[in-house]
């Protein structure tokens, strides 16, 4: 790029991946309660949608305006979401993790999207809080909601809608997404027409998980994509729900392997450093991204490119952005492997995927030694318990270090809807 503020703005569309960190603890924490029969042991609750929360920060121009500065005042929000599996009841999870003070949530409501803002007739269902209609929750927390008999299926969209009557301040929310969400001035927290919602984003703010309560045949875990754009989506088609975790959500039902997919991806996040633009490193998430969602049988982990890429880079959002070793990224992938077997989780490594022709200078001869390295301790080591090749999914036949002509989004270097879907297809569901 020409400048360092036209690289500022294109980041989040042009980065990928987390790397790794030694000598890192992850954070401490336990899953919530209540989520496996006591009788059976069964999962009684499972994650069937999320997404990874981050602090407020500004929209660019790739990214479009997002409301989580100035956060809400006297409006409605209605997000829309895909679950993975159905159920016989939902419970939504709202995380204040980055507010500056305690957020009252004057009501909530649930029910089929119709498409846009619109909710199908007679499908709309109160959400309650330990049996209230509104809820307030403490700076830096958490709060799940009591269950909302609904049945779900899979792939089935619901629009989720809160309602705000006091300032919430600046935003707990998720920067990038290929949905949209809406807003409304005032009280409409029961319309099902759109009229109202006259305001859109593409962002979703404080909901980060949709549960379901599983029936007999619906799936009854779950696998967790965790890492950077490649699992956030950056270049795949807005509103058309294809990233990898939709391909692998869509692969898993038409094979009938009984599977919720979550995808806790942030565009630009690391290991190594936290970002005042791409959320918190990875060792400080990977506890409640990962690790307390409940029914989390399996993580996917694709980690490497923005520490490798960065360092290339300048500006605010990089920053620190010291250059890595490929000793120092395996041993951030260790650490993850370590948490996830110590909770009993399956440990699935995704090699980096090619970095040479991007738009911005991610790659140099040392950034692609680096990743060699790394990719070939993913596939080789047998520290994960298996393997997802992306690189290979990706790479151009003729020059492994590209991206395949066909399967790359126009900034070089992240996958389009082909690519998606070719990485998904790379998958050996055998292994979760």
Request: hydrophobic letters at 40%; aromatic letters at 6%; one cysteine or more.
């Amino acid at each position: 790029m020409s400048s360092a503020s036209s690289a500022n703005r294109l980041l989040v569309a042009l980065t990928t991946a987390l790397a790794g960190a030694c000598a890192i603890a992850l954070a401490s924490g336990t899953p919530d309660t209540g989520d496996k029969s006591p009788a059976t042991g069964e999962n009684t609750w499972v994650a069937a949608w999320g997404t990874a929360v981050q602090r407020p920060v500004a929209g660019t121009e790739d990214t479009g305006p997002n409301w989580s500065r100035k956060g809400f005042a006297n409006q409605t929000l209605r997000q829309v979401v895909r679950l993975t599996g159905g159920g016989k009841a939902v419970r939504i999870r709202l995380s204040n993790r980055y507010g500056s003070r305690p957020l009252k949530v004057a009501g909530a409501t649930v029910g089929r999207s119709g498409g846009g803002a619109l909710v199908w007739p007679d499908t709309m269902r109160k959400v309650t809080f330990r049996g209230a209609a509104s809820v307030v929750v403490p700076p830096g927390g958490q709060v799940v909601s009591d269950a909302v008999t609904m049945e779900t299926s899979p792939l089935e969209k619901l629009a989720v809608t809160l309602r705000f009557t006091e300032p919430t301040g600046p935003a707990t929310f998720h920067r990038f997404t290929t949905a949209t969400s809406y807003r409304a001035r005032g009280d409409h927290l029961h319309d099902i027409g759109a009229d109202a919602f006259t305001q859109s984003t593409n962002a979703w703010y404080y909901l980060s998980g949709v549960e379901v309560a599983p029936r007999n045949g619906d799936a009854d875990r779950t696998v967790v994509a965790f890492g950077d754009s490649l699992i956030d989506g950056v270049g795949a088609t807005r509103e058309a729900d294809s990233r990898f975790t939709d391909e692998l959500a869509e692969r898993l039902i038409t094979e009938r392997r009984p599977w919720n997919v979550v995808n806790a991806g942030i565009a630009g996040g690391r290991l190594l450093n936290d970002s005042a633009c791409f959320g918190e490193k990875a060792t400080a998430r990977f506890q409640r991204d990962v690790l307390d969602r409940p029914g989390v049988s399996a993580v996917i982990i694709h980690l490497g490119a923005n520490d490798i890429g960065f360092p290339q880079l300048d500006g605010e959002c990089v920053h620190p952005n010291p250059s890595v070793t490929a000793t120092q990224l395996i041993e951030g992938h260790r650490a993850l492997i370590r948490a996830a077997h110590e909770r009993g989780l399956k440990a699935i490594g995704t090699t980096i995927v090619p970095l040479r022709g991007a738009l911005l200078p991610f790659w140099n001869s040392r950034a692609e030694k680096v990743r060699a390295e790394v990719n070939e301790w993913i596939r080789t080591s047998g520290e994960y318990d298996a393997v997802l090749d992306a690189d290979r999914a990706m790479a151009d036949a003729d020059a492994p270090d590209r991206p395949r002509p066909g399967y790359v989004f126009q900034d070089g270097l992240h996958p389009d809807d082909a690519g998606y879907h070719a990485i998904a297809a790379a998958m050996d569901l055998g292994e979760l």
